[in-house]
């Protein structure tokens, strides 16, 4: 009953895991192709000023893209971790027994767990410390603070991607 209890809550908790990196990955592309198309705007007003037409670029074009890539960033990188899609440099482990590299695979899994809770867990205390100093964007005037909170559930969902691919590894 137990260990059947235990895969049922695994499956769940591997569903769950997919979801969220598949849901934040889809909000960071809608993201970035709006951030793309702003900027095809931008050019084109800055095309139109040049010929004379009564347009213009957008003078934050800059600063909101620059604040709003990590955010991105962050929200694709559960996906890449759910996939195993991330870069892997397997000259040594390549000749390791299966079941040494399948624990490998479990410990790095385990640590990026771990690494990526106190990045969050950091950005958070930064977010905090943006909020209390009231910084702003130079152009927009935007609080700061919100591009730290935009990056938060992406890094805290990588860690239990990590986490839950890391559970299911020992499973194996």
């Given amino acids: ?18 979801a969220v990196a598949v ?13 793309a198309g702003l900027v095809c705007l931008s050019a084109l007003g800055a095309a139109g000023m040049k010929a004379g037409l009564p347009v213009a670029p957008f003078g934050f ?5 620059e604040a709003s890539l990590p955010a991105i960033v962050f929200c694709c990188l559960p ?16 000749r390791l027994p299966v079941p040494v590299r399948r624990w490998l695979g479990v410990l790095w899994q385990a ?26 964007t130079f152009t927009l005037g935007w609080p700061l603070w919100w591009f730290y909170a935009a990056c938060l559930p992406g890094a805290w969902a990588m860690s239990g991607v990590a986490l839950v691919r890391a559970v299911q590894g020992a499973r194996r």
């Fill in 1 to 18: 009953m137990g260990l059947a209890l235990g895969r049922r809550a695994g499956r769940i908790a591997g569903a769950v895991a997919e």
């Fill in 23 to 35: 849901g934040l990955a889809g909000l960071g592309g809608a993201a970035l192709l709006g951030l």
């Fill in 61 to 65: 074009t800059y600063e909101l893209i």
């Fill in 79 to 94: 996906l890449v971790q759910w996939r195993g899609a991330q870069a892997e440099v397997a000259l040594f482990t390549d």
């Fill in 111 to 136: 640590l990026v767990a771990v690494l990526m809770a106190v990045i969050a867990w950091r950005l958070g205390l930064g977010m905090g410390a943006k909020m209390r100093a009231g910084v702003s």
